[in-house]
């Protein structure tokens, strides 16, 4: 029973192309998303997250994008780098991201940037 | 300006023995959270804690498992006769009491033989 679904495993792209990760959820109680990336052996890092209140959010060469209706986000990395190529988690959460603190993630797509 | 310590990096236990955890949350954080990642899974959540309490522990498996957060000290996630389906990544987080600010730790493996 995944309430995040992350269902490409993989995906591999070009240096200065543009990566698309997608995620879908089931729970339409969640009102906030976050990506994780996460580099082997290493903790997953923030790298950007939006409130069901908005349909875009952007940080530099990361854009993240949300259609409630289809429950469904995607982030988006232009142009992509090779040091980008990392494990990248979906995570969802409740209450606008307030005092009930646990998220669910999805399980992961693993990207490879080549030079 | 220390992030989210866990220790040992490294466990190996063999089957029965006991494993303990621990997590130092960053400073000025009073809430942690217990994540486990199974190979090829996403984290999972475990328990929430603040000080002294457990808020959430839906995601702890009801037998071996626990959790604490003393007054003073780290968090510690105790496992008790460990056996090899409990090899995994542990993962310690910690926040101000919002998903805002949700910062991991480098995480414990560890290994049953």
């Known amino acids: 029973d995944q309430q995040v679904k992350q269902n490409s495993p993989s995906l591999s792209v070009q240096e200065g192309r543009i990566s698309i990760l997608n995620c879908d959820y089931t729970?339409?109680?969640?009102?906030?998303f976050l990506w994780y990336k996460k580099y082997p052996a290493e903790g997953p890092t923030f790298l950007i997250s939006i409130s069901s209140i908005k349909d875009k959010n952007e940080d530099g060469r990361f854009t993240v994008f949300l259609n409630k209706s289809a429950k469904h986000l995607s982030l988006h990395i232009v142009p992509s780098q090779p040091g980008d190529s990392a494990v990248y988690f979906c995570?969802?959460?409740?209450?606008?991201?307030?005092?009930?603190?646990?998220?669910?993630f999805g399980k992961g797509t693993k990207l490879s940037v080549k030079p | 300006n220390a992030g989210v310590m866990q220790n040992p990096r490294h466990l190996v236990r063999r089957r029965g023995q006991e494993a303990r955890l621990r997590c130092s949350p960053m400073k000025g954080h009073s809430h942690v959270y217990w994540y486990r990642q199974l190979p090829e899974e996403g984290l999972k959540f475990m328990v929430y804690?603040?000080?002294?309490?457990?808020?959430?522990e839906s995601g702890m498996p009801k037998e071996r498992f626990s959790a604490e957060f003393p007054k003073e000290g780290p968090s510690i996630l105790r496992i008790q006769q460990v056996v090899r389906g409990d090899s995994a990544a542990y993962f310690c987080?910690?926040?101000?009491?919002?998903?805002?600010?949700?910062?991991f730790g480098s995480g414990t493996r560890l290994t049953v033989v």
């Open positions: 804690l603040q000080k002294e309490n457990i808020i959430d």
């Open positions: 987080a910690s926040s101000g009491g919002t998903v805002y600010g949700y910062t």
């Open positions: 995570a969802a959460s409740g209450d606008y991201g307030g005092s009930q603190g646990n998220l669910i």
């Open positions: 729970n339409s109680m969640f009102d906030y």
